[in-house]
Nanobody, 118 residues
Framework: QVQLVESGGGLVQAGGSLRLSCAAS????????MGWYRQAPGKQREQVAI???????GYADSVKGRFTISRDNAKNTVYLQMNSLKPEDTAVYYC????????????WGQGTQVTVSS
């Protein structure tokens, strides 16, 4: 089992920045993929950004150029730097870690609220 604890959410004005953190209870060095997802009220959960074990990254079109995902293996933490925030970025943001060792294992954090006011 892996526990993930997100932090860094809050209320910010449009154009502002936030940095989300996701601390894992075990090493993320062997994780195949880590990512951030979000879910706005009345909408499905969507992928925001991912980072692989080889540090390749991918972003949703809606956040490209504004959000940056990174990982610190020494701290077992993945980050999401969010700049130029827009009201449509308002959602609960969830951290995900995926391990593969013959079987697939997915773990989720409890979520952190991000609210962007106009």
């Amino acid at each position: 089992q892996v526990q993930l604890v997100e932090s860094g959410g809050g209320l910010v004005q449009a154009g502002g920045s936030l940095r989300l953190s996701c601390a894992a209870s075990r090493s993320i060095f062997s994780a195949n993929r880590m990512g951030w997802y979000r879910q706005a009220p009345g909408k499905q959960r969507e992928q925001v950004a991912i980072i692989t074990s080889g540090d390749s990254t991918g972003y949703a079109d809606s956040v490209k150029g504004r959000f940056t995902i990174s990982r610190d293996n020494a701290k077992n933490t993945v980050y999401l730097q969010m700049n130029s925030l827009k009201p449509e970025d308002t959602a609960v943001y969830y951290c995900n870690v995926h391990y593969y060792s013959g079987l697939h294992y997915d773990y989720w954090g409890q979520g952190t609220q991000v609210t962007v006011s106009s």
